[in-house]
C-alpha cells in the first residue's frame, strides 16, 4: 500500500526551528516529487514547497511566504523528505502535509506559540 | 497567474448533482486536480488531469474543462459526499509552485 507518514510537530516558540519528516512506503520513492502541503486550523490548502527527482535535477521550489525560512531535502536511501523550518511565525502554525499528489500523508500539527 | 476562485460553498439534496467550479486564468493551458478533505483527515485524490479518476474514486465524480474555468460534478450526491473540495494547477511562470483554490464546501442537505 502505498503511504506517506508526516512526524516531528510540535509547540516551538516564534523565532524557533522544527524538522518534520515524510516517510514513504509502497511506491517508487526516487521517481517521486514530493509536495509539502499546510492547513491553518480551519483555513484551507496552502502549498508550502516541492522536492523534484534526483532525475528531474533535484530542484527544489518555495511558496513566497516560507521562501529563505524553509528547506526542503531528501534522502532517496531511507525514503524520507525533510521540511526544515527556521524563523518560525505565529502564521506557520497549521498542519502540515506530505503528498505525491495521489498520496496524502495524514499530517503533522505545528504549532508556534510564545 | 491569478489565484483559483471557487464558491466557499455548495448545497444539494440527496441523489442530485453538486456541481462545483473552479477559475483561473492558468486553467486554459495546465492541468487541475481535485481532492476531497473530511473533518480531520487528509485530502484524497478524486480527479486528476482535468477529467480523470483514480479507480477507488467512484464514477459519480467527474471532471469538466471549458476555458479557464473547471468543474467538477458529482451525481447522484451521497451523504458520505459531504466534504471540502479544493482544485490545484501548477503556475507555469512560476516554476511550476502549486496553485490551490480555497475550497469549497459541499453541504447534503
Known amino acids: 500500500e502505498e503511504e506517506l507518514v508526516e512526524s516531528g510537530g510540535g509547540l516551538v516558540k516564534p523565532g524557533g526551528s522544527l524538522r518534520l519528516s515524510c516517510a514513504a512506503s509502497?511506491?517508487?520513492?526516487?521517481?517521486?516529487?514530493i509536495n509539502w502541503v499546510r492547513q491553518a486550523p480551519g483555513k484551507g490548502l496552502e502549498w508550502v514547497g516541492r522536492?523534484?527527482?534526483?532525475?528531474?535535477?533535484?530542484?527544489?521550489d518555495y511558496s513566497a511566504p516560507v521562501k529563505d525560512r524553509f528547506t526542503i531535502s531528501r534522502d532517496d536511501s531511507e525514503e524520507i523528505v525533510y521540511l526544515h523550518m527556521t524563523q518560525l511565525k505565529i502564521e506557520d502554525t497549521a498542519t502540515y502535509f506530505c503528498?505525491?499528489?495521489?498520496?496524502w500523508g495524514r499530517g503533522t500539527l505545528v504549532t508556534v506559540s510564545p | 497567474s491569478s489565484p483559483l476562485t471557487q464558491p466557499p460553498s455548495v448545497s444539494v439534496s440527496p441523489g442530485q448533482t453538486a456541481r462545483i467550479p473552479c477559475s483561473g486564468d492558468v486553467l486554459s493551458r495546465q492541468y487541475t486536480s481535485w481532492y476531497q478533505q473530511k473533518p480531520g483527515q487528509a485530502p484524497i485524490l478524486v480527479i486528476y488531469k482535468d477529467t480523470e479518476r483514480p479507480s477507488w474514486i467512484p464514477e459519480r465524480f467527474s471532471g469538466s474543462t471549458s476555458g479557464t474555468t473547471v468543474t467538477l460534478t458529482i451525481s447522484g450526491v451521497q451523504a458520505e459526499d459531504e466534504a471540502d473540495y479544493y482544485c490545484q494547477s501548477v503556475d507555469s511562470s512560476a516554476s511550476s509552485h502549486w496553485m490551490l483554490g480555497g475550497g469549497t464546501t459541499l453541504t447534503v442537505l
Open positions: 503528498s505525491t499528489v495521489q498520496v
Open positions: 509502497g511506491f517508487n520513492f526516487k521517481n517521486a516529487w
Open positions: 522536492i523534484r527527482t534526483n532525475d528531474d535535477g533535484g530542484t527544489i
